[in-house]
């Protein structure tokens, strides 16, 4: 039998909602970034909720310990440092974040750093900004992502630190195969028109509880309107929608 989860207790089975972009594009100055963005999830502004989202994401609590230190509230790893002001030896952007991951990784609670995996560098006038997103036997986790910010002087100036050091999952091969999760989700949000996009990746979802091997599903259909994502359980064999978002 299924679980079916919400905010507090153990989950299972598909949570769909708008994506709201602005969460994958932090922005720096840096007091700005902290504010906004010290956990990704307090990037999410308030919309209007379609009949068709229910549930909501876990949303890790943090707490502010000095003037430029965020860290959980569960166990008390940084999250987000600012002013960090810690010089690396020059080389490309991705090698002097990886110095410096290797350097603090005990201290930021990063268990493993092959766990991590290099996504992207954005440089401009400032410096640049050095993404790695966090795998699970090789399947990524979703949406955590560890930002390192460097100067133009080849100094860390701020950190943005998701990793999750307790993350396991009991398998990496779904029950529930990509086409089947993709049309159960298509099937409750009612998409017809055009597709503009079409995405099924496999990825670990963190809940309050536990990790799942799920699917991503992502949309934008002609109908209904909006840039959708479901996340459906690897495991749930009904495939039911019981959690929506």
Same mark, same amino acid.
């Given at each position: %039998? !299924?679980?079916?989860?919400?905010?507090?207790?153990? %989950?299972?089975?598909?949570?769909?909602?708008?994506? =709201?972009?602005?969460? %994958?594009?932090?922005?720096?100055?840096?007091?700005?970034?902290?504010?906004?963005? $010290?956990?990704s $999830?307090?990037?999410?502004?308030?919309?209007?909720?379609?009949?068709?989202?229910?549930?909501?994401?876990?949303?890790?609590?943090?707490?502010?310990?000095?003037?430029?230190?965020?860290?959980?509230?569960?166990?008390?790893?940084?999250?987000?440092?600012?002013?960090?002001?810690?010089?690396?030896?020059?080389?490309?952007?991705?090698?002097?974040?990886?110095?410096?991951?290797?350097?603090?990784?005990?201290?930021?609670?990063? &268990?493993s750093?092959?766990?991590?995996?290099?996504?992207?560098?954005r440089?401009?006038?400032?410096?640049?900004?050095?993404?790695?997103?966090?795998?699970?036997?090789?399947?990524?986790?979703?949406?955590?992502?560890?930002?390192? =910010?460097?100067?133009?002087? =080849?100094?860390?100036q701020?950190?943005?630190?998701?990793?999750?050091?307790?993350?396991?999952?009991p398998?990496?091969?779904?029950?529930?195969?990509?086409?089947?999760?993709?049309?159960?989700?298509?099937?409750?949000?009612?998409? &017809?028109?055009?597709?503009?996009? !079409?995405?099924?990746?496999?990825?670990?979802?963190?809940?309050?509880?536990?990790?799942?091997?799920?699917?991503?599903?992502?949309?934008?259909?002609?109908?209904?309107i909006?840039?959708w994502?479901?996340?459906?359980?690897?495991?749930?064999?009904?495939?039911?929608?019981?959690?929506?978002?």
């Amino acid at each position: %039998m !299924d679980r079916v989860f919400k905010a507090g207790r153990t %989950m299972r089975g598909i949570r769909i909602h708008k994506t =709201n972009l602005g969460l %994958m594009n932090f922005r720096f100055p840096l007091v700005l970034a902290l504010a906004l963005v $010290a956990t990704s $999830a307090w990037a999410q502004k308030p919309a209007e909720r379609s009949p068709l989202e229910i549930g909501e994401d876990y949303v890790e609590s943090i707490s502010q310990i000095g003037p430029n230190t965020f860290i959980s509230d569960v166990d008390g790893t940084p999250r987000a440092l600012s002013q960090v002001n810690y010089s690396v030896r020059p080389d490309s952007p991705q090698a002097m974040a990886e110095q410096y991951l290797s350097d603090h990784a005990p201290a930021l609670r990063i &268990s493993s750093l092959t766990d991590l995996e290099y996504r992207s560098t954005r440089s401009g006038l400032a410096g640049h900004n050095v993404r790695f997103r966090q795998t699970v036997d090789g399947v990524p986790l979703w949406v955590p992502e560890t930002v390192i =910010n460097i100067d133009n002087q =080849n100094r860390v100036q701020f950190v943005l630190n998701e990793f999750r050091s307790d993350v396991s999952v009991p398998g990496v091969i779904p029950v529930v195969g990509a086409s089947a999760a993709r049309q159960a989700a298509f099937d409750h949000l009612g998409v &017809s028109g055009d597709l503009f996009t !079409d995405e099924t990746t496999l990825i670990v979802y963190q809940t309050q509880d536990e990790a799942l091997l799920a699917w991503s599903i992502r949309g934008v259909p002609g109908s209904p309107i909006g840039d959708w994502e479901a996340i459906i359980d690897g495991f749930s064999a009904s495939r039911s929608i019981v959690l929506a978002k």
